[in-house]
């Protein structure tokens, strides 16, 4: 027992989250990833303008091609002879469609699911959460190659694949709160003025597990941004002549032996700056939803 | 020790600061007292005064965001505050210890209660077998029948009051010059806090050791304590000792808090309580007069400029009030007029007709409600009493159908059966039947606003108009004395008092004949308790609203029950009017029950042992036999004795016949 005061404050209603949101602004790591996070965003918004040189353009002299970093090419050129820091700069925009759309795919899906199981328990729950396990039990980036091989690769395809990928991981945690949830008596209060479970799901449950479902939703975008780099590493991304970090390692990783490391390195620092960035976000932000 | 201590705690001037958004606020201000060895100093208040602040301050336990600002506290005579990280382990081991609230989050649930006990004793330098066999001594010193079977078992398998004991036997394993309870009895039923605060007691005699105890429960600060301290919002307001305390309170406050309380003889008709006006200051503000000057009914324009030093009421006894000497003519907050309504026993309004209840565990089953009859008139009170796991809250949820009754059972609402499910009952019938919960934090969605919560009600049951429903809810909100301007706020921005308010409000929205009220007031401070209570009262006068009210507290039940019912093992063992219930005689387990209400004497009342036994296997004969204290024989455990009506009104399940139990009862 602290010594709260249980005198009849009135507050406006919001008060709670503004305090929420103004603790985050106080916190070191959220400033650090906002700022990592943020550089990436400008790229993506305003890359066509940033870019020093136009990121597609090839150069068609053999002698511009794979050149290391200099005056002229910060971060040296590519084996197309195209500028690393351009193609940098505009890969941002691919992996921040991608990522958040998918992991905003999978919140959406998996909260529901969450809200359903837990709330309906009995069957429901029991054949939903074996069939969670099952797939659960498949490492992330196999299933997202099957079905990707199934489907043929394109963008809507990769944003669909991971957001179901992550369906099940995030209906896991959406149950665990809806569990606790739904024995408290304001449940037993609207099933008492005939509530329908619908209602009780998305209008009374919802509200109150959206902390953990924001807290998900950051930590998954992290995964999601790296299972992204990881898909068009593999081939199964973007198509070929988009400018895309993962598939720019893929195309170049092979150089490395010759001692090319820009046009690997920096695609790489990039994902690494993002993903970081995003995790620090969701740490500030775990640490102030989930007390 | 060679030389004599004067004091085993000694707090002089203490101030204690919290953190609080950045900021550095003052909780505790300049409060001085002393514990001498060998004596139970109690610390009372409501919630929010700083007990437990000034609890967690004498080991140096104060959170990270706590600091000791000013003062000194002393245990056995050494400065805590100059002590350094291994001093204090030191001193934690072996001068003073401390016992909280939940036994069972003080307990390790990954290690067996040998391990735990034996470890208090390992860090006093015992072998580790010398150690286990200490720890089975010490298990029988706290009263535990069997220690060895209890040394094998981890905590989550012993019951809460046999938990609280295997603290209390850590907590003394060093003989510590200093033993802090802090509300070790809040979470036990009646019958088992009597059963640990005699241990306390004994304990204390044994040993001789000093005892800081807190606690809300002024009934039990009373029973426990030498000499008594009265924290209002960080401040010491009275001292001295505590049946003087008690009996002759010498401060506004003091003398407020015990006026809320139900007294013997006062009931809803005859009555209204005293409360508490106003609400506790927040943390950190410091008036420049007294701290109790908003709240006090004799308060003067001095008061609000010059805060009162603590005057010599006597040569023991102390008090934070210019006006200490007019403190008990304290003027009444409320008007003392009950409301004057007898409800009429013979108009029934329910009628719960052999309604029992079985859940299967695992395949077993588990006999919660067994075969219980009662009714309930209109606009009456029948009052449900019994330990926790006796089917109050079960029966409850049948009548509310929340959950359905075996087949068989019938519950009747004004002659037409009731469905088993809420899902499949008449709107009428709905709206006929309604709950105020114990704890109105989670009975309020956090998430809603006031107006969405009660107004959502309103429009589902009674279907009304969106400009009806508001003019309602005005309504509605102004019976329940809410003001309209919190409509627009949350649950959390609310003080407890208010969230039960709105809770109670809910359960009027549509109207309802019925209301169970399931501990309305427990999670709440004896101020605010009395309000919730003239509340209840006054809306029932009103309405004619009939309770179905569920309370471990037996003042509460006296002041509010016209009948009362007692369950035990989801058998109903007594059922009769309160005066008849209150008066005797009694079933053995309600003279149980009675007697552990911590007002009655200690040489009159009988103790029950052991715990309650499992429903999913009640002893043959009568199920009460394993733990009754005026068993008679072998029919006890063979025969179950049948719910006899022994005078109009008043049923008893007992072998023991009307006249004998009289005897047996007033025989001390």
Same mark, same amino acid.
């Given at each position: 027992m602290?010594?709260a005061a ?5 507050v406006?209603p ?7 949101v103004?603790?985050l602004?106080?916190?070191p ?6 700022f990592?996070v943020?550089i990436w ?7 066509s303008?940033l870019?020093?040189y136009?990121p597609?353009g090839?150069?068609?002299?053999i002698?511009s091609?794979?050149l290391?970093?200099?005056a002229a090419?910060?971060?040296?050129t590519d084996?197309?002879g ?7 700069i505009a890969?941002a ?5 991608i990522?958040?759309?998918?992991t905003?795919l999978g ?5 529901a699911l ?11 729950d029991d ?7 099952a797939?659960l039990s ?6 997202g ?11 809507i395809?990769?944003?669909?694949v991971?957001?179901?990928v992550f369906t099940?991981?995030?209906a896991?945690?959406?149950?665990a709160?809806?569990l606790?949830e739904?024995e408290?008596?304001?449940v037993a209060?609207a ?5 329908g ?6 209008v009374?449950i919802l509200p109150n597990?959206m ?5 998900e ?7 999601a941004?790296?299972t ?6 593999l081939?199964?991304?973007v198509?070929?002549?988009t400018p895309d970090?993962?598939l720019a390692?893929f195309q170049?990783y092979a150089l490395l032996?010759?001692?090319i ?12 700056s993002?993903?970081?960035g ?6 500030s932000?775990?640490a102030?939803?989930?007390q | ?5 004067t004091s085993?705690l000694?707090?002089s001037?203490l101030?204690?600061?919290?953190r609080?958004?950045?900021d550095?606020l ?6 001085t007292?002393?514990v001498?060895p ?5 610390l009372?208040?409501?919630s929010? $005064?700083?007990k437990?602040t000034?609890?967690?301050a004498a080991m140096?336990?104060l ?15 050494r400065?805590?505050r ?6 204090l382990?030191?001193?934690?081991i072996?001068?003073?210890?401390m ?8 307990l390790n ?5 040998? =391990?735990?006990?034996g470890?208090?004793f390992q860090?006093l330098?015992?072998?580790?077998? =010398?150690a ?7 298990l029988?010193r706290?009263?535990?029948?069997d220690?060895?079977?209890v ?5 989550h398998q012993?019951s809460?009051?046999m938990?609280?004991r295997v603290?209390i036997a850590?907590?003394l394993?060093?003989l510590p ?6 509300e070790p009895?809040?979470?036990l039923?009646?019958t088992?806090e009597?059963?640990v605060l005699?241990?306390?007691n ?6 001789g050791t000093?005892?800081?105890f807190i ?6 600060i009373r029973k426990? $304590?030498?000499?008594?301290g ?7 307001v ?9 009996t002759?309170?010498?401060?506004p406050?003091?003398?407020g808090l015990?006026? $809320? ?5 006062v009931t809803?008709d005859r009555?209204a ?6 609400f506790?200051?927040?943390i ?6 007294c701290?109790?000057?908003d709240?006090c ?16 009421v006597?040569s023991?006894?102390?008090?934070r009030?210019?006006?200490h000497?007019?403190a008990p ?5 409320v008007p ?8 009429d ?5 329910v009628?719960?007709?052999g309604v ?10 588990v006999y ?5 009859n009662?009714?309930?008139a =209109?606009g009456?009170?029948?009052?449900l009493?019994?330990?926790?796991g006796?089917?109050?809250s079960t029966?409850?949820?049948l009548?509310l159908?929340?959950?359905a009754?075996?087949?068989g ?7 037409e059966?009731l469905?088993p499910?809420?899902d ?11 709950i105020?919960?114990?704890n109105?934090d ?7 606003t006031?107006k969405r ?5 309103m429009t589902?049951?009674?279907r009304?108009?969106p400009?009806?429903r ?6 509605l909100l102004a019976?329940?004395?809410?003001g309209?301007?919190y409509?627009?706020?949350r649950?959390?921005n609310l ?9 109670i409000a ?5 109207d309802?004949k019925l209301v169970v009220c399931?501990e309305?007031t427990?999670a709440?401070?004896v101020?605010?308790q009395a309000a919730?209570?003239n ?5 029932q006068?009103?309405?004619?609203v009939a309770y ?9 039940v006296?002041?509010?029950?016209d009948?009362?019912?007692v369950?035990?093992l ?6 009769g009017?309160?005066e008849?219930v209150?008066?005797g005689p009694n079933?053995p ?10 007002e009655?004497?200690e040489?009159?009342?009988?103790r029950?042992?052991?715990e309650i036994?499992?429903a999913?296997?009640p002893p043959?004969?009568?199920v009460?036999n394993?733990?009754?204290p ?7 455990e063979t025969?179950e004795?049948p719910?006899a ?5 008043h049923?008893?399940r $007992?072998h023991?016949?009307l ?5 047996m009862?007033?025989?001390?």
């Amino acid at each position: 027992m602290t010594a709260a005061a249980p005198a009849p404050v009135i507050v406006s209603p919001d008060e709670t989250r503004k305090k929420q949101v103004r603790l985050l602004f106080r916190s070191p790591s959220f400033l650090t990833g906002l700022f990592l996070v943020g550089i990436w965003v400008v790229c993506a918004i305003f890359g066509s303008w940033l870019a020093p040189y136009d990121p597609a353009g090839s150069a068609s002299d053999i002698l511009s091609k794979n050149l290391p970093p200099s005056a002229a090419h910060w971060f040296g050129t590519d084996q197309l002879g195209r500028d690393v820091l351009s193609r940098t700069i505009a890969g941002a925009r691919s992996i921040l469609i991608i990522a958040p759309a998918a992991t905003l795919l999978g919140t959406v899906l998996g909260t529901a699911l969450g809200l359903i199981t837990g709330y309906f328990r009995g069957l429901v729950d029991d054949v939903v959460s074996r069939i969670i396990d099952a797939f659960l039990s498949i490492p992330l980036v196999i299933t997202g190659l099957i079905a990707l091989t199934a489907l043929g690769p394109s963008t809507i395809g990769v944003i669909v694949v991971i957001g179901m990928v992550f369906t099940p991981v995030i209906a896991r945690t959406v149950r665990a709160a809806v569990l606790a949830e739904r024995e408290l008596e304001y449940v037993a209060a609207a099933r008492l003025r005939r509530e329908g479970g619908w209602h009780i799901m998305f209008v009374e449950i919802l509200p109150n597990v959206m902390g953990p479902v924001l807290v998900e939703f950051t930590v998954r975008l992290g995964y999601a941004i790296f299972t992204t780099a990881t898909l068009s590493f593999l081939g199964f991304g973007v198509e070929p002549s988009t400018p895309d970090w993962g598939l720019a390692i893929f195309q170049h990783y092979a150089l490395l032996n010759a001692g090319i490391w820009w046009s690997v390195l920096f695609p790489a620092l990039a994902i690494a700056s993002l993903v970081v960035g995003v995790n620090l976000i969701a740490d500030s932000v775990a640490a102030v939803f989930e007390q | 020790m060679t030389t004599v201590l004067t004091s085993a705690l000694d707090v002089s001037d203490l101030r204690i600061d919290y953190r609080v958004a950045g900021d550095w606020l003052t909780a505790i201000r300049g409060v001085t007292f002393t514990v001498k060895p060998g004596e139970s100093f109690g610390l009372v208040g409501e919630s929010g $005064c700083g007990k437990s602040t000034i609890a967690m301050a004498a080991m140096r336990y104060l959170p990270r965001n706590g600091r000791i600002s000013g003062g000194s506290i002393l245990v056995a005579g050494r400065d805590l505050r100059s002590m350094g990280e291994d001093e204090l382990r030191r001193l934690r081991i072996k001068e003073v210890s401390m016992v909280y609230q939940n036994p069972g989050s003080a307990l390790n649930p990954a290690l067996r209660i040998d =391990e735990q006990v034996g470890e208090a004793f390992q860090l006093l330098g015992a072998s580790k077998t =010398e150690a286990r066999s200490r720890a089975a001594e010490a298990l029988r010193r706290v009263q535990i029948a069997d220690p060895a079977r209890v040394m094998r078992r981890y905590p989550h398998q012993l019951s809460g009051g046999m938990q609280q004991r295997v603290v209390i036997a850590m907590a003394l394993a060093s003989l510590p010059a200093l033993l802090i309870l802090d509300e070790p009895t809040t979470g036990l039923d009646a019958t088992v806090e009597a059963e640990v605060l005699d241990l306390i007691n004994q304990l204390r005699f044994e040993t001789g050791t000093s005892v800081l105890f807190i606690s809300h429960n002024l009934a039990v600060i009373r029973k426990m $304590c030498d000499r008594v301290g009265v924290l209002y919002a960080g401040r010491l307001v009275e001292e001295g000792p505590s049946e003087e305390l008690f009996t002759d309170p010498r401060h506004p406050y003091t003398v407020g808090l015990l006026r $809320c309380l139900p007294q013997r003889g006062v009931t809803k008709d005859r009555g209204a309580l005293d409360t508490i006006p106003g609400f506790l200051p927040p943390i950190g503000a410091i008036p420049s007069g007294c701290v109790f000057a908003d709240r006090c009914g004799l308060v003067q324009e001095v008061c609000r400029t010059d805060e009162p030093i603590l005057y010599e009421v006597s040569s023991t006894r102390v008090s934070r009030c210019h006006f200490h000497q007019d403190a008990p003519s304290l003027p009444r907050a409320v008007p003392a007029a009950g409301t004057g309504v007898k409800p009429d026993h013979s108009i029934k309004l329910v009628d719960i007709d052999g309604v029992s209840k079985t859940f299967h565990q695992d395949g077993h089953p588990v006999y919660a409600v067994v075969d219980v009859n009662l009714d309930i008139a =209109e606009g009456e009170t029948l009052a449900l009493v019994g330990e926790s796991g006796s089917g109050k809250s079960t029966l409850a949820r049948l009548v509310l159908g929340l959950s359905a009754p075996d087949k068989g059972s019938v519950i009747e609402l004004e002659g037409e059966k009731l469905a088993p499910s809420i899902d499949v009952r008449p709107e009428e019938q709905v709206r006929a039947v309604q709950i105020v919960f114990q704890n109105p934090d989670s009975a309020l969605n956090r998430r809603h606003t006031i107006k969405r919560i009660i107004g959502r009600t309103m429009t589902k049951l009674l279907r009304v108009s969106p400009a009806e429903r508001d003019k309602r809810m005005a309504e509605l909100l102004a019976s329940v004395r809410v003001g309209s301007q919190y409509l627009t706020v949350r649950p959390r921005n609310l003080s407890g008092g208010l969230k039960q308010r709105i809770a109670i409000a809910r359960a009027f929205a549509g109207d309802p004949k019925l209301v169970v009220c399931d501990e309305p007031t427990s999670a709440l401070d004896v101020s605010v308790q009395a309000a919730i209570l003239n509340l209840l009262a006054r809306l029932q006068a009103d309405k004619g609203v009939a309770y179905l009210f569920i309370s471990h507290d037996l003042g509460v039940v006296r002041y509010l029950a016209d009948r009362v019912a007692v369950l035990y093992l989801g058998r109903l063992m007594e059922v009769g009017s309160a005066e008849q219930v209150f008066g005797g005689p009694n079933h053995p387990y309600t003279e149980a029950l009675l007697s552990a209400s911590a007002e009655v004497e200690e040489d009159t009342r009988i103790r029950l042992h052991g715990e309650i036994p499992s429903a999913a296997n009640p002893p043959p004969g009568c199920v009460f036999n394993t733990r009754c204290p005026r068993k008679i024989g072998e029919i006890c455990e063979t025969r179950e004795p049948p719910l006899a009506e022994m005078e109009p009104g008043h049923s008893i399940r $007992c072998h023991i016949p009307l006249e004998e139990l009289r005897q047996m009862q007033s025989s001390h």
